[in-house]
């Protein structure tokens, strides 16, 4: 087959980014790929055809809005066409990493802080996102039965939809605890519990939970700005609590520092943070806002919360805290589940849904 990949940007660290990097990967193998990015961050496969698109950089909303017309500006054929959201506005395949429309929702259902440009334009984001759904995707790929459900109640789309969760990223060895425990002030035998990613998904509970968690310390991983965090632990008073990891710390560093992740999401398709951490064998705590929460068994492989709030998190901690046994077989477990959903079960599922859409 003649395959094209189509996203924002190219790369493995990122989430959107390392979806493509993992399944283009295993793809270029076997058939014929093109790449159209505004950049490639990550070495490339032997004979990936890469095309820049001519997008707006400085901004995410810039380019997210100029995305479009510049790829049907240097757009080929293929005979699929494989799009990350809403990046044209008609493609074979879509993979839905977002339903802006219920993000948004769970965003103001939170109080979430919105920022200029999604106020002034997500709106018109989610009408075009809705429209690409609804009638502009021939197939859709949805990561979890919760996105699959999103995509029904918020744009009606039904027919077409195939729930294909993300992989599992292959085990690496383990940093040196001790020595990234010394690294990020942390004291050697704190009982630590490690949030990652986007602060407005769950920073602001997994702060909370330390108010009713006297025995545990917080370390902060996250690229994006911390300020009004670090404000929120000194209101509460637990600010001597929290570790802000510096921005340029491996991930890897913070997985092996963590005794549990936290991850009170209020919204994920799938949450790849925690299909990293699970497959390190660190035990996870998540909430069922998640769509990966439909691969976690709680009280085997993970812990579920019921809802996205301080006090469920405060509630796991305390208990997983002074049980160093069970948190130990939940990530054993947990590492299991990763091991059974690699990326290659993953790329043979969505070769299936290319060769359908082709035989169509």
Known sequence: MNIAFVAHYYDERDGTGGYVFELLTRVAARHDVTLYAVEARSPLPQGVRFVTVPALRGS????????????????????????????????????????????????????????PGERLLGGFVQGREARLF????????????KARRELEAHYGRREGVHVIPHGFPAPSAPADRAAVRRRLGLDPNAFVALY????????????????DAPGATLLVASRSGLGPYRAAADALGVAPRVRWAP????????????DVLVHPTIYDTFALVVAEAMATGLPVVVSREAGIAELIEHGRSGWLLREPEGAEVAAALNALHSDAATRAALGAAGQAVAAARTWDVVAEETLQVFEQVVAR
């Open 196 to 211: 990652a990613g986007d602060p407005r998904k769950g920073l602001p509970p997994a702060i909370q939970a330390l108010r």
């Open 60 to 115: 995410a909303y810039a380019t997210i809005l100029s995305f479009p017309a510049g790829f049907a500006a240097v757009r080929g054929r293929h005979e699929v066409v494989h799009a990350q959201g809403w990046v044209t506005g008609s493609a074979d395949v879509v993979t839905a990493h977002i339903v802006l429309a219920a993000w948004r929702k769970a965003a103001r259902r939170a109080a979430v802080p919105t920022p």
């Open 247 to 258: 921005a340029q710390t491996p991930i890897a560093d913070a997985y092996a520092a963590a």
């Open 134 to 145: 609804r009638s502009g995707a021939r197939a859709v790929i949805a990561p979890s039965e």
